[in-house]
């Protein structure tokens, strides 16, 4: 009696440690639990020597459900599982299943301290697998697999798995981990960019390529160069040396730029301003410059009444299609002083004269600037671009009307006869915001100006919100591309480049977040700032 005693406490026992530590496979999240090898009871064993051995499970290692990762810009979804997650480790693997992601391979690879294997069909532990897959998603959308000691990565275009790698990155920044599960994820927008203005301020070379890499990070798709001003023209020309500054960005320099760019799937968009902003050209063509009816030469401004006005623009035009192979130009359009004076007509008689010859007699002055306008985008079309131009270079009430596929990149409602977006969308164009209210960041604060705060763009900026602090009605969100933030050099030596990193690194990093997802962020301001302190 007392031997069957025991057996029956020891297997009783046996049996309860058994569920304790294979706990209930079907818990939603769980993760199917490894036994170790059966084990056998002595006194069973003694009881009934002939019979088979009972299996006596063994504790095994239970995996909480995993966390969604942090990162910026957040991801859109993160399917929770149980398991360990990755971490990288020396003697790892990045292989690609196309040599197409060979790129992105090499790069994660380094930053990760992985090896780079290649193409390979095999898996091993630890691996990170890239792999295109997924016709007619959103190309810049990613898959994310955390399983089984690995991590797949795969979309549609090589853009996404680019992104997908950067959230990886992230993941595991500072010796973090990247959790199980599936990440699904894509841009609330197309267009995420950064425009810096290099005509009135010199950056260096190496300053724009740090800022490259961050924008990369970050998911940042288009980078805009403002060459061209009336303080200076910072990039090297061969049809017209002589507007070119003292102080200038070499076309090698230009080069290693763009291609640093195109590595993180950055557009590199430039901006020759025209037929305003041109005061660095007009210094080498003083014949070429606006002068009214009495003589008084306008600032900045270019005569378009002039043949020789439209052939040095389309000269630097043309030149420069072959230093930017990008999608995407921008030709300014903004503030031409000829349209700022009461009557334009009676101010610049030759600007009158020429807009009746072109479009006859009820033509006006901005009709002649929106012919020149289009005449502009007709040369960067010939290189498959597609053209933008500033709000205010888009006028009320013409006869002559912008190219449909002008796209209006929209920052003011200060110029004047100033109109809300809404009647630029209502016309069906297509609009990227750059809002001045939130994404200006104006060296000096001249004006009206003062630096924005990546907290106001997280609180209070959406895509929607183009001008002032009003977003414009839902109906028209799929019309805006999304948006842009600018540095503006009006006053250059007001900060270093040091400085200018460090002010819009918080502005930057809010704007991606509200770009990437148009809705309510989950984290609040104190924690999105305490993330981006963490990641760097």
């Not at 929209?410 to 990227?432: D, F, Q, S």
């Not at 997280?458 to 933030?485: H, K």
């Amino acid at each position: 009696m007392l031997i069957v005693a025991v057996v029956l406490v020891t297997v009783g026992a046996g049996v309860s440690l058994g569920l304790l530590a294979t706990g209930d496979d079907r818990e939603p999240g769980g993760s199917e639990q490894r036994r170790s090898a059966p084990g056998t009871s002595e006194a069973a064993s003694s009881a009934a020597p002939r019979k088979p051995a009972a299996p006596t499970p063994s504790p095994t290692r239970t995996y909480p459900v995993s966390k969604a990762p942090q990162t910026i810009p957040a991801v859109t979804s993160h399917s929770a599982a149980r398991g360990p997650g990755w971490r990288p480790a020396r003697g790892e693997r990045v292989v690609v299943s196309d040599a197409k992601l060979a790129d992105e391979g090499r790069l994660v690879a380094g930053e990760l301290g992985l090896t780079y294997a290649g193409e390979k069909e095999d898996s091993r532990a630890g691996d990170v697998r890239l792999t295109l897959g997924g016709k007619g998603a959103d190309p810049e959308s990613y898959t994310m697999t955390v399983r089984d000691g690995r991590v797949a990565i795969s979309g549609p275009g090589e853009a996404g798995v680019f992104y997908g790698t950067r959230t990886l990155k992230q993941e595991v920044h500072g010796g973090g981990t990247a959790p199980e599960g599936v990440v699904r994820d894509e841009p609330a927008k197309p267009v995420r960019g950064f425009m810096l203005d290099i005509a009135r301020k010199h950056f260096t070379a190496d300053w724009i390529e740090d800022r490259v890499r961050e924008l990369g990070d970050l998911k940042f798709n288009q980078l805009g160069l403002h060459f061209s001003d009336d303080q200076g023209f910072r990039i090297e020309s061969d049809s017209h040396p002589e507007v070119v500054s003292s102080q200038h960005l070499t076309k090698a320099q230009v080069r290693k730029i763009v291609e640093l760019a195109e590595s993180r799937h950055i557009t590199v968009v430039p901006e020759i301003d025209s037929p305003g902003h041109l005061g660095a050209v007009i210094a080498a063509h003083p014949d070429l410059q606006l002068r009214n009816a009495g003589g008084a030469a306008t600032r900045g401004a270019i005569d378009i009444s002039k043949a020789g006005s439209a052939e040095i623009v389309d000269d630097l035009l043309n030149e420069y299609a072959g230093l930017f192979p990008g999608s995407q130009w921008h030709l300014g359009a903004d503030e031409y002083q000829a349209l700022v004076v009461s009557n334009p007509e009676a101010s610049y008689p030759q600007l009158a004269t020429a807009a009746r010859q072109a479009y006859g007699s009820g033509a006006t002055v901005a009709d002649l600037a929106t012919g020149w306008l289009n005449d502009r985008a007709a040369t960067v079309r010939a290189h498959d671009r597609t053209a933008r131009a500033w709000n205010d270079g888009f006028f009320r009430n013409t006869s002559v009307q912008p190219d449909k596929d002008i796209q209006v990149a929209y920052w003011t409602g200060k110029e004047i006869g100033a109109r809300v977006p809404v009647e630029y969308l209502r016309a069906g164009r297509k609009l990227i915001n750059y809002n001045d209210e939130f994404l200006y960041y104006v060296l000096g604060q001249p004006q009206t100006f003062v630096y924005p705060t990546g907290q106001r763009i997280y609180e209070q900026w959406t895509p929607r919100v183009v001008r002032g602090t009003t977003a414009v009605p839902e109906t028209y969100d799929d019309q805006i591309l999304g948006g842009s933030f600018a540095v503006w050099c009006d006053l250059a030596n007001s900060q270093t480049q040091a400085q200018v990193a460090a002010g819009i690194r918080m502005p930057l990093r809010a704007l991606v977040q509200k770009l990437w997802d148009e809705g309510a962020p989950e984290l609040s301001w104190v924690q999105f700032r305490a993330l981006a302190d963490r990641l760097g």
